[in-house]
């Protein structure tokens, strides 16, 4: 269910503003962004351009609303009776790590009400100030779209180098992590990447789950709405066969392995 950001007063806000994350839009009572039952904010700005996105209204940065990070902390504590021990707070995109200064203000008071911190991130950036956010997220959701660098450009309009760099990061880190991959046809199925795929995180330690999310036309019509041709609009959903082929191969190097 997502909660309607009109009662929040965000004129006159300015975006520098440190006190305020700019956000699409907020789902209560979350299931597919982490463990348990969550809290998912969705930020606003994306610096990748995927051929599938489903969240088109989300990339420009200039977009959504500007609110006040103790106004999303006191609705995450409003909640937290409903996160119980598994659940807690995701921020998704978007691409959350485009205000990561902020989040790491929000995710160290969410902390001290002892609420979970989940991040839903495609790892574009990695800096400095990332890996201090990263000190205080319990959990990252990591969405690696192609191990392959000339795919991942096509797919993705961006190098996958620091996604990658930001996952070693992460397991050097010691802290847990989700990895994430969307299997589209004809894009990122073909077996000798996703066999790539697995071997190159096969060694990692910090890896609790790997979520093979099937590539679905439920956001297509968002493109349409927005005067924008949408790229993969006969794209088929993958096969039966080609979920079972690249679960099989993932299952060879993680031990757990959802296909959602």
Known sequence: MYFPLQDI???RLNINDPQHIRIHSIETFGTHDGPGVRMVVFTQGCQFRCLYCQNPDTLD????TLVEIAE?????VHQKNYFGTEGGVTVSGGEPLLQCNKLKTLFELLHKQGIN????????????????LLTHTDL???DVKHVNE???QKLTGQSNKNTLALAAHRELSGKKMWLRYVLVPGWTDQPVYIEQWGRHFAGYKTIERVEIIPFHQLGAHKWELMGLAYPLQNTPLPSPKIKIL???IFDQYFENVIVK
């Open 117 to 132: 911190t989940c991040l839903d991130s495609n790892g574009r950036l990695n800096t400095p100030a990332v890996h201090e």
């Open 140 to 142: 990252l959701l990591l």
């Open 150 to 152: 000339e795919w991942h």
């Open 9 to 11: 007063d965000s004129a």
């Open 61 to 64: 940065i200039r977009g959504g």
């Open 246 to 248: 690249t679960k099989s």
């Open 72 to 76: 999303l902390v006191k609705r995450a």
